[in-house]
């Protein structure tokens, strides 16, 4: 093979400048990093959301579900539920970030979407 073809097809066997980046969730070495649940019975749609406000904050983050349910596009069940995992180092960072992010505030809410407390002023 050429090498101009060669060097403008991307092989896998291609050298390649790889990006370094140092990461937060390694400790170095072949010690793996155990990886806990922070939230758990979730639609998916609610995972993605949650995975991707971890993400923009740097804090990697997987979503798992029951093959058998994402395959079937369940979102109810125990085969439709999703739960998020980060790296233990991170656990704490990222439940209080969850807990900022979506504080419940349904409480300040009526079912038509209406802020309870502008209702009770005006009145």
């Known amino acids: 093979m050429s090498n101009s073809l060669s060097d403008a097809l ?3 066997q291609a050298n390649r400048q790889e990006q370094t980046r140092t990461s937060e969730t390694t400790r170095g070495g072949s010690s ?4 806990v649940v922070v939230a758990q019975n979730l639609n998916p749609g609610e995972a993605v959301v949650i ?3 971890l993400e923009s904050e740097e804090i ?3 979503i798992q579900q029951e093959a058998v349910g994402s395959v079937l596009g369940l979102t109810v069940g125990p085969l439709g539920v ?3 995992s980060v790296p233990e180092p ?3 960072r990222a439940l209080d ?3 900022i992010t979506f504080d419940d505030e349904e409480d300040s809410w009526d079912d038509e979407g209406n802020d309870l407390e502008e209702d009770e002023v005006s009145g």
Not at 32 to 35: E, I, K, L, R, S
């Open 51 to 53: 995975k991707a406000r």
């Open 10 to 12: 991307p092989w896998p």
């Open 60 to 62: 990697p983050a997987l």
């Open 90 to 92: 991170l656990a704490e």
């Open 97 to 99: 970030l969850l807990a």
């Open 32 to 35: 793996p990093t155990p990886w």
């Open 82 to 84: 999703a739960k998020i």
